[in-house]
């Protein structure tokens, strides 16, 4: 077989697919990474004055969807639909929960806006940014469950949903650094 | 035949874009809008309701280009081809017009684009050394002065990484053996990012531009007019375009080099694209949120910059050099990689040190990281900071040290010709030493409390971009000129390009460094007559406007040649790369019909009986 035949396999394209997610995400990593050094420049050993409990009630239901997501994956790949669609769904409806938890609800419970120094600036630009990418995330699962109703996946060809999940994945790597850096570590001020 | 074909102009995909643009902004405008009153605030007001709005029309233009279009089909869970079949109603140019995933036609995309921004930068660059050639303001206020140095800065550093995607998109998968990049949507859609991007950083103009530079330190670019915020926004989906490029770089030789195509085979110029990609993943990143984060201080009142609101403007300069010094490395490492290309092909003799090369540009791109603060000597920073930074600045000396030895060891006793593009690589040889050399006073902390923002740093800078960048760039253009146009370029006219252009740049660059020295500060635009630097000044704008003119001769030539330069064998430089095997034009689908093996060593020039690759024709 030519060298050109075996590029153009399925196989050999996953491969390439899965490397150039991973480095998308190593750069998206370093945004991320910009956000938290910022943070400890600015703010140091203090942190904002936030609701502990819906912190940890979104922390908690961001982390329980990254294991419906790989519930869904794993499925996918041995073929069994039902669950791989019960495992979307469930991801999907806990990404919006989460982001309702934290846009909708600890945004306006937060006793300081955007512009009261430098806590409001970045308790509200890490958040958003974070949530920018879970509202990404959850509109990808949403593309990938109606596919996935069509029956457009098979246990040997679904590369799309293991995008989904490793990006959901990431987004949730994510929160495990941001959920300490501005609910945890430091005295409270503001 | 072809010429006369009809051309249905809103059918091309530029002008489509450039429609949808006009229209998604404005509807991003009025969403905006309605969204304030919904919010009970004011409809208007100019800051949010344009960058809004002209968010929205970067996305609009590209649907309108149709570089989202398979991806939609994706969505939809439609299948789609890899090529896009030319619309056969249109002549044969309307492709570079129309969004393409043919990573030659990208390239060529990529380079046009680039000149037309140099060329613009370059004529900003005139309109302001006119004005500094005597003391006193004569035809710009101090406004447009500054407005326009940004400009210069900022288009020109579009300008070279447009240059860079030229360079790599062309010649990465023809030098490894591919067929094409590894995502050629992903291509695509990274060349359309920067059309749009480039309109909005060139309204800035028209919007009170900003008073900034192109490095938009707060709190000046916190409170610098709207055009400010069109050069973030601008320079943010630009930045975007680096970074994508650059992950198609890196997937791309990683995964489709030919059989037998080693990384320690690779032509060297593949490996600087690596290094520079690997930076421009990665660094870019922090630039992106440090525009961001002034944009959402003017918008949100935010206050990470601001001091009055718990902010420090320091931080804002450590994240924008953590990008903008590597960025230097971008542009240089492809345009080093092109001297260490070049300079075995005209000397007939063996890449001295291919394998320290290959390393000594992943070795800078490393270190680049390390050194951003060399930049902050003089900016408050913590000092505790500043000797480290001195000594990891130095240490960026060693592997450009190594590039040095090798490519005088690479000249040394070789069978020199010199056509116009060696012209070229030994100029920017020699220009990037001056540039090089004028770096370690500006690392060492005690002199660079002295020299920094003088004209010294100017000369310095552009006798690195020179050096790094403009010679090889015009050196890789003549010297692929015959196998992508099929013709020769002019060589009368190149040497009068080279020998205009060389001289007028030492004279400009040292005589900056000389005013430099003695006092003149950067990014002024009217300076004490009792300085007496007017005669000075006068010599520096004229030697601007030779290279001004040298440049012009270039572009002339290369639009005259495409259609009356003779008629160029496949292979005129006998350069053993694989590229150059291929018959001229370069079939569509690049090494499809025309498969090879690697079988020795990339640079064996003058080693009888040695073979780099071997053809089978199918
Ligand atoms: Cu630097």
Known sequence: MSTADIRSEYKYKLGTNRLGLWLFLVSDAFFFGGLLVSRFYLMGYTRPHLEQTLGLIVTAVLLVSSF??????????????????????????????????????????????????????????MTGMHAFHVLTGVIFLAIVYRNGRKGLYTAEKHW???ACATYWHFIDVVWIFFYPALYLIGTVVG | MDENKKVKFLSLGLVRGIVFQVIGSLAGMGFVMLIRLLMGLPAWNAEPVWVGGTFVGVFTFLIGVGAFSDWFKWAKG??????????????????????????????????????????????FAMIFRTELAAAKLQFLDLGLFNSLIGLHGIVMIAAILLGIGAMSNYLVP???????????????????????????????????????????????????PLGMQMFFLGVYVIGLSSILGSLNIIVTVIRM?????????????????????????????????SFQMVMFQRLFGMGFFDPANGGNVVLFQHLFWFYSHPAVYVFILPGLGMISELLPVFSRK?????????VSSMAI????????????????????????????????????????????????????????????????????????????????????????????????????MFGGFMFPFFAAFYYWY?????????????????WLMFPAFYVQSLWQMYIGLLGMRRRIGDYDPALNFDNSHLVITIAGFTIFVSVLIFIYNLIKSAKQGEVAESNPWNSRSPEWQLPTPIPEHNYTDHPFKVTGEPYDYGLEGSTYITMSDK
Do not use: C
Request: glycine letters at 10%; a neutral charge; aromatic letters at 14%.
């Open chain 1, 68 to 125: 419906f997501m790989n519930r869904a994956e794993t499925a996918m790949a041995h073929g069994d639909q039902k669950t791989f669609l019960q495992g979307t769904l469930i991801t999907l409806v806990l990404g919006v929960g989460f982001l309702i938890g934290v846009v909708g609800v600890e945004w306006q419970l937060a006793p300081f806006g955007p512009n009261d120094g430098a806590h409001g600036a970045l308790f509200y630009m």
């Open chain 2, 365 to 464: 791109a490393l270190v680049g990281f390390f050194v951003w603060a060399h930049h902050m000597f003089t900016a408050g920073m913590e000092e505790y900071l500043r000797v480290p930074f001195m000594y990891s600045t130095m240490l960026v000396a060693v592997p450009t040290g190594v590039k040095f030895f090798s490519w005088v060891g690479t000249l040394w006793r070789g069978k020199i010709t010199f056509p116009t593009p060696m012209l070229f690589t030994l100029g920017a040889v020699s220009v990037f030493l001056l540039g090089g050399l004028t770096g370690p006073p500006n690392a060492t902390v005690a002199t660079d409390l002295h020299l920094h923002d003088t004209y010294w740093i100017v000369g310095h800078f552009h006798a690195t």
């Open chain 2, 78 to 123: 439609e299948e789609t081809s890899d090529h896009i079949e030319a619309d056969p109603s249109q002549p044969k140019w309307a492709k570079y017009y129309n969004i393409s995933y043919d990573h030659k036609v990208i390239g060529i995309q990529y380079g046009v684009t680039s000149i037309i921004l140099l060329g613009m930068a370059g004529t």
């Open chain 2, 350 to 358: 063996p890449l001295f040190g291919y394998k320290w090369i290959a």
């Open chain 2, 257 to 289: 080099r030919a059989p037998g195509m080693n990384y320690f085979r690779m032509p060297i110029f593949v490996w600087a694209s690596v290094a520079t990609s690997i930076i421009s993943l990665t660094a870019t990143q922090l630039i992106a949120l």
């Open chain 1, 160 to 162: 799309a949903v293991e």
């Open chain 2, 482 to 498: 015959p196998k992508i146009t099929g013709r020769m370029y002019s060589e009368k006219l190149g040497k009068l390009h080279f």
């Open chain 2, 174 to 224: 023809l030098m490894i053996g591919a067929s094409d990049m590894a995502f050629p949507r992903l291509n695509a859609f990274a060349y359309w990012l920067n059309a749009p991007s480039a309109l909005l950083v060139v309204i800035s103009l028209f919007l009170g531009g900003f008073d900034t530079g192109w490095t938009a330190y707060p709190p000046l670019s916190a409170r610098a």
